[in-house]
């Protein structure tokens, strides 16, 4: 299974691969950005595009699995 790649095909920031990303426990809210500490009903890197007219600059790739990590190794 692939992972889907952290930026987008136009460069944006993918907030599912990221590691600040969170799911919020509010249904009004649902999903959150803990660098950021904002809760909002759409991507957070879309509200940030949104608010400021730039991309989010604080997008971090979560790391690897160590599952993951020691398969692709002894590949």
């Given amino acids: 299974m692939n992972a889907p790649h952290p930026l987008t095909a136009d460069g944006a ?3 599912w ?5 969170a ?3 509010d249904p009004k809210l649902p999903y959150a950005c803990r660098l950021m500490g ?3 009903r759409i ?4 509200e940030v595009l949104r608010a400021d ?3 989010c600059r604080g997008f971090s790739p979560k790391a690897a699995p ?3 990590a020691e398969r692709s190794r002894s590949a």
């Fill in 13 to 15: 920031p993918n907030c």
């Fill in 17 to 21: 691969q990221c590691r600040h990303f």
């Fill in 23 to 25: 799911v919020s426990w």
């Fill in 38 to 40: 904002i809760k909002t």
């Fill in 43 to 46: 991507m957070p890197a879309i």
């Fill in 53 to 55: 007219g730039e991309r």
């Fill in 66 to 68: 160590a599952a993951v």
